[in-house]
């Protein structure tokens, strides 16, 4: 990770702890209630704090919803991208080599230098559609 757990507070290493065990994004209110739910009573200004420190060491990334709520995930260390099942919120790092090939196309062409782009597809995993499958026909 991006160096930061030798510095962490306790309330960064307990949010960092729960979003291993998570396969979804979550926002700072859902982590806020799973940890109280499982006995971890921080407040949720402390959450955020957290969450900030985290996503700058670059230990958790955090996506938009289309409402503007920060949504936020534990993942890899390489840069990657995400597919999102909009049914359950399943998310999956992907490797996006053309999506690379273009981000660095379209910015060499326009003159850009030190690019950063990321990439999030949405769609709906294979469980959610067999469960909603027969609400179709």
Known sequence: MAGGRKFM???GIEIAKFLDKR??????????LG???????FG???????????TSTGE??????????ALYRKCGEDHHHHLICKGCGKT???EGVSVEEW?????????????QHSAEIFGICPDCFTQAEPKRR
């Open 92 to 94: 999956i790092e992907i």
């Open 44 to 54: 949720l200004a402390t959450i955020y704090r957290a969450l900030q420190s985290l």
């Open 9 to 11: 507070t306790k309330s």
């Open 35 to 41: 940890l109280r739910a499982e006995g971890r009573n």
């Open 23 to 32: 396969e979804s994004f979550a926002s700072a209110q859902e982590i806020f």
């Open 60 to 69: 958790v990334d955090v996506l938009r919803r289309s409402d503007g709520e």
């Open 103 to 115: 981000a660095h196309t379209i910015a060499e062409r326009h003159g850009f230098r030190e690019i």
